[in-house]
Nanobody, 131 residues
Framework: VQLVESGGGLAQAGESLRLSCLGS?????????VAWFRQAPGKARDAVAA?????????YYSDAVKGRATISFDDAKSTVNLEINPLKPDDAGVYSC???????????????????????WGQGTQVTVSS
């Protein structure tokens, strides 16, 4: 499974941000869940949002972005998009997408937002938010 993120850069607080995660590889069809995580300097990697493809596309959001973020899966393009609107300064960091294979139909929010569950990662894209 290969994952490539795009869409990062500099944005102002209050604006919207859209990130994309393109999946490929012979094993990508086995991917059951894809999630976005972010990591600010000196901090741990935190979950942002996740989508369980084996659960009818059920979406999960962290408390930090709930109500401001939307994660979506474009099956035809093998792409998972993340949109955050409005942005806050605390949204800054390196955003990475992760993929989980062999996920059960419903593993719950805590598991879906746990970085250790994801074995495949993209290289990350930097998001800077100016206030």
């Amino acid at each position: 499974v290969q994952l490539v993120e795009s869409g990062g850069g500099l944005a102002q607080a209050g604006e919207s941000l859209r990130l994309s995660c393109l999946g490929s590889g012979s094993s990508f069809d086995d991917v059951g869940a894809v999630a976005w995580f972010r990591q600010a300097p000196g901090k741990a990697r935190d979950a942002v949002a996740a989508v369980n493809l084996n659960e009818g596309g059920r979406r999960y959001y962290s408390d930090a972005v709930k109500g401001r973020a939307t994660i979506s899966f474009d099956d035809a393009k093998s792409t998972v998009n993340l949109e955050i609107n409005p942005l806050k300064p605390d949204d800054a960091g390196v955003y990475s997408c992760g993929a989980m294979r062999g996920v059960n139909i419903a593993i719950g929010r805590q598991a879906m937002l746990q970085p250790g569950r994801y074995r495949h990662w993209g290289q990350g894209t930097q998001v800077t938010v100016s206030s």
